[in-house]
């Protein structure tokens, strides 16, 4: 099966523009996953979606971060407006569907934003 | 709330030694613990995890972990490194209350394998 695609692999933006990010996870994984990490720092945590519905987006830096998931298929993150400190790379991750016992998350490659 | 630490940013060894990468815990529950690994431009790859059961857990490319509960530790090693161990390594927790729950990583360390 493929596996966690990622769109695009690499984005240059002015501070001030508009990125958005995407993110196909496998086919028939309810959970999906962003995380990111900015330079020199761990990789954090941003939010959960559960088919359509957001779970958890206790990770959200700011109200200028807003992900999607129309369909319960693929997810975007946008940022609007992009500021210096959102620079780092943008990880997308899917689970199966709940109630499993061994639900791995699926990591895509992830897209390198630097915002100048 | 749990957290990740791995002592050492970077770690060099020479090639044929052993690979020893340092991680520790704290959690509230039981955990699910990980070890992905990055290599150069590409995405996180799982070498490993421990859920339940046995403590010694292998994975893949010849790694293999131990969770030791009394030290909550869940360090990673290889016997002998191969040149093309050369990466960035993440150690990882997550809740365990579910499977599906959000992963919390530590800060990476970077495995240089000297020729």
């Known amino acids: 099966e493929a596996g966690v695609t990622q769109f695009p692999s690499h984005s240059v933006i002015e501070k001030g523009q508009t990125v958005t990010l995407r993110c196909d996870p496998i086919s028939g994984h309810d959970n999906l996953y962003w995380y990111r990490r900015v330079m020199g720092k761990e990789i954090k945590f941003l939010l959960h979606?559960?088919?359509?519905?957001?779970?958890?987006e206790s990770g959200m830096p700011n109200n200028r971060f807003l992900a999607e998931r129309t369909g319960g298929t693929y997810s975007t993150l946008k940022v609007q407006p992009a500021e210096l400190e959102d620079s780092g790379v943008y990880f997308c991750?899917?689970?199966?569907?709940?109630?499993?016992?061994?639900?791995?998350?699926?990591f895509g490659p992830g897209t390198r934003l630097t915002v100048l | 709330a749990q957290s990740v630490t791995q002592l050492g940013s970077h770690v060099s060894v020479s090639e044929g030694a052993l690979v020893l990468l340092r991680c520790n815990y704290s959690s509230s529950v039981p955990p699910y613990l990980f070890w992905y690994v990055q290599y150069p431009n590409q995405g996180l790859q799982l070498l490993l995890k421990y859920t339940t059961g046995a403590t010694l857990v292998k994975g893949i490319n010849g790694f293999e972990a131990e969770f030791k509960k009394s030290e909550t530790s869940f360090h990673l090693t290889k016997p002998s490194a191969h040149m093309s161990d050369a990466a960035e390594y993440f150690c990882?927790?997550?809740?365990?209350?579910?499977?599906?729950?959000?992963?919390?990583f530590g800060p990476g360390t970077s495995l240089s394998v000297i020729p």
């Open positions: 979606f559960v088919k359509e519905s957001k779970q958890d």
């Open positions: 990882a927790v997550s809740g365990g209350k579910t499977s599906y729950d959000k992963v919390i």
């Open positions: 991750a899917s689970s199966r569907r709940t109630g499993t016992t061994n639900n791995e998350q699926f």
